[in-house]
């Protein structure tokens, strides 16, 4: 109901907008008959029964438009009216039935009994690749990136529609595909298909040990679109799904449905939801606790949350930087034996990863911000404060400082 509408006003309103809306129909039932009857006339006739025709007609679009104007006016009384009158109804007719109406409130302190805080212990749990659901503005490389800094291994991205500040923790080599250059990402494709194949022959001569340190973490970008331009892309998701983890080749392909021919996966439905799990984000996430799950509070609880809260198949997460501390989730898996840190802290660094170390060794004890950052150097510029302070964790995670702090307040420093 429109906040500018009395009360006093209403029966006035209501008797108008029923007026109006009878006589347009009304006009338009009296333009057809004169139309219908000048057809039969005398050709003397027929100009003044078609201009009255017309008159007829304008009279009934003018009583149209006010029609839509009372409407709008009025708002939602009309259908509120009819509701409410059935509700009456019921109640009256059925005196053994009782009508229940629940006006759902947020419970702050509520949390789903499935709840995860750890989507890479789920996923790996799981042994499963990532199908990543989600729109423009919902953190899909945020989640990527904190998922690629979990899993481990050299991170290559697949994406035709990246602006030159996306993706920027990556060495540029490693985003393959801009521009929309479709024939690089195929190519690509076809490579990784060829080291799949040789990491059978491998690890079938000589085991876990001869692939160790060949680790891959592949991110594909708008997957329907590469299904429809790489005669790879088929192919490339179908055997990295079935044979992939077990060589250390983990991929994520991103798309905004959960259909299996968005995947490139038609008539292979088993495929998508055995060989991979499927984390929805965003709005995507809440229609699934809407419409799949049936859950209006969960749908509420994921809304409350922003982008922190999300849905890994059936289960509701929350992921917040406070999680990601140094030590606590467990380092990537290493096939290879011997000492996995050293192996982690031996991992090459990229630009912004020594950047942020040189400055902790010159101001030893000092608690680095991602704000204090973007202010020190032009090289964080194209940076969000959550992707700096995923590096934060990252580096912490492989004994390289430490955080602390959480959430919006979460900053690094160094320590030996």
Known sequence: MSSDLHPSQLHQHLQMYACAKWSFWGSLAVSC??????????????????????????????????????QESLGDIDRASRVNFQAWARNNTQPTAQLAVTVGSIDVNWKPENLITDPVEYIQKKQKHVALIGGTGDGKSTFTQYLSSKIGGRV??????????????????????????????????????EILEDLVQLRGEGGDNVIAGRERFMIAEEFPILVDECGNSRPWIKRHAKRGRRYKQFICALAQNDTAENFGLEGDKDTLYSCFCLVRLGQFGRDYARTKLKDPQLEQWLKAGGKKRFMVDDCPCELDLSS????????????????????????????????????????????????????????????????????FVSMADRGLGEVEGNGDRLGWRWSK
């Open 156 to 193: 290559v991205v697949y994406d035709s529609d990246a602006k030159p500040d996306d993706w920027s923790w990556l060495d540029q080599a490693d985003v393959i595909g801009r521009k929309g250059n479709f024939k690089a990402i195929d190519t690509a494709m076809g490579k990784d298909l």
């Open 33 to 70: 008959g004169l139309l219908f009857l000048g057809a039969s006339q005398k050709p003397e006739s027929k100009p003044w029964i078609l201009a009255a025709s017309v008159g007829t007609l304008e009279v009934g679009r003018r009583h149209r438009q006010t029609a839509k104007l009372l």
């Open 324 to 391: 990601w501390g140094a030590g606590s989730r467990e380092q990537p898996e290493t096939s290879g034996g011997g000492n996995e840190e050293v192996q982690e802290q031996a991992k090459p660094m990229n630009e912004f990863e020594q950047f942020i170390l040189d400055w902790g060794q010159q101001h030893p004890g000092e608690v680095l911000k991602a704000a204090h950052l973007s202010r020190a150097t032009r090289l964080f510029d194209n940076m969000q404060p959550d992707e700096i302070r995923i590096f």
